[in-house]
């Protein structure tokens, strides 16, 4: 049921970047705590099967921030330009009346074809700002601004990493999460109308390093242990196994960094509580769409990886948590939802057409109690690596594509995941008999089954800008819906 609320909504939009599906309190997880977002779980929505389309940081960003998947956008790695045709969220607020406020960052770089000094700045970096934010803190370029704010507190790091890397040595008080938060708590206090926030954390993000007292939350010896290296293995995962990719091979090394990315959850947790109690004491809880979700996942040592790359989904599968207050409905959505419908569902809330060029779907009827008449029954993801395995010697084009084929798409079914690999090659995990990816099926029937459902989505999500129009006699006239 809605509630009667005649006033424009706040849309709130939280990335916690790198955030882990299973990482929740609320999610049964038997060590980490995270009671702000399990309160807002409690008060909402939460998604358990809620994926990313892509990593890292940019193609996962991208698919977010547009609704597109990754075979539309084509951001395909971290310093790939986005395409300026592209509408995103932010432009969308803008329609809507909105000033769209940004803390954090997006990793989105600018489209070259729009610049026309060489010697622009935007051309030397993938940390740029999404088109329609008004960078209220800019945190690209690693958390320069809190590096800043450390050296006025006494503190003197060479870079950024070095500090992140060191946030166990320093109080809570002033890690990169808290001085975010600060921004935007200040920034909140002066705002009369309504108003549209994208909080981009860093955290849980590596270095495996949480601030203060979250350094010490968690007990490495209670922390559970990764899911193991497979035996029957892609040659894929051989070649991260010998990359930076590569978890570390002593068991108490993987289990202090598993324990010092939970002590980055709850700290980054407790940041959102205190956005909590500000919206509350503005009584603006119950007149703001807040949704927290990540851009991709974190291997954690699954599999012997860590960070995100591949097609396990410890890279993909990520927290997905909405609320709309003016929607009674609270609950859990045990349905395949993906980032490309975060834009749709924002889209809704402020009352703006959702893009032709989105991918995903408004989230809309699962806020208001209902289950959509035709849902989709898995979820798709991509990664494309040719930036991190890039094969010796030229490639002319047009008629070397090599490039073109260091790629996959995964379809994640509840009882299987199809893996189709650009050269052609192709792995299908039984899921439902052994979630760790570790069993293979064998029935060439499911496998084709398998195949035609990829290809099927790959053929019902084209990019459409312009495929509902004819040119034709009158003008410009617009195919049927159905």
């Known amino acids: 049921m809605a509630r009667d609320n005649a006033a424009p909504p706040n849309i709130l939009l939280i990335t916690l970047d790198q955030f882990r599906a299973d990482c929740l309190s609320c999610a049964a997880h038997p060590v980490v705590k995270t009671p702000a977002l399990d309160h807002l779980a409690a008060n909402g929505i939460r998604l358990t099967r809620h994926y990313s389309q892509a990593a890292p940081c940019s193609p996962g960003r991208a698919a977010l921030y547009t609704g597109t998947y ?4 084509r951001v395909v790695a971290n310093g790939t330009p986005l395409d300026a045709r592209f509408d995103n969220i932010a432009r969308a607020a803008r329609r809507a009346g909105y000033a769209p406020a940004l803390f954090g960052y997006t990793d989105q770089g600018v489209d070259p074809r729009l610049v026309s000094d060489p010697a ?18 800019d945190m690209g370029g690693w958390q320069l601004p809190w590096l800043e704010w450390l050296n006025e507190h006494g503190y003197d790091f060479p870079d950024p990493v070095t500090a992140l890397r060191l946030e166990h040595e320093r109080p809570a008080e002033l890690s990169t999460s808290t001085f975010l938060t600060n921004a935007f708590l200040e920034w909140l206090g002066e705002q009369h109308q309504p108003w549209f926030a994208h909080l981009s954390h860093l955290r849980p993000h590596p ?20 899911l193991p290296i497979p035996a029957n293995r892609h040659r894929l995962v051989d070649a991260m196994l010998t990359s930076p990719a590569a978890a570390p091979t002593d068991p108490a090394e993987v289990a202090h960094m598993r324990a010092q990315y939970y002590g980055m959850i709850s700290e980054v947790d407790a940041q959102l509580a205190r956005v909590w109690t500000a919206l509350a004491e503005r009584d603006e809880w119950d007149n703001t769409v807040i949704v927290v979700t990540s851009d991709h996942g974190e291997q954690l040592g699954d599999q012997g990886l860590i960070q995100k790359a591949g097609f396990y989904e410890s890279s993909y599968a990520i927290l997905g948590i909405a609320r709309d207050p003016r929607f009674e409905t609270v609950g859990v959505v045990d349905e395949f939802t993906e980032n490309v419908d975060i834009m749709p569902t924002l889209c809704d809330a402020m009352g703006v057409a959702v893009p032709t060029q989105c991918d995903g779907f408004p989230l809309t009827p699962f806020l208001r109690g209902d289950r959509p008449p035709s849902w989709r029954d898995a979820a798709y993801y991509e990664w494309d690596w040719r930036d991190v395995f890039i094969p010796l010697g030229d490639h002319p084009w047009p008629w070397d594509r090599r490039l073109e084929r260091q790629n996959l ?21 039984d899921l439902a ?14 496998v084709l089954a398998e195949a035609t459902a990829m290809l099927s989505w790959r053929s019902r999500n084209l990019d459409r800008t312009l495929t509902g129009m004819l040119l034709q006699d009158g003008g410009i006239g617009r195919l049927p819906a159905n």
């Open 433 to 446: 008999a052994d979630p760790t990816w570790q069993t293979e099926v064998s029935d060439a029937a499911i």
């Open 409 to 429: 798409a995964v379809r994640r079914s509840r009882d299987r995941a199809f893996v189709h690999f650009g050269d052609g090659s192709w792995r299908c995990f």
């Open 207 to 226: 270095p495996y390093s949480a601030a203060g007292e979250f350094a010490t939350m968690y007990d490495p010896a209670q922390c559970p242990p990764p």
């Open 70 to 73: 990754q075979m539309n956008n």
């Open 120 to 137: 622009d700045p935007r051309l030397s970096t993938y940390e740029g700002v999404l088109p329609g934010f008004d960078a209220v803190l």
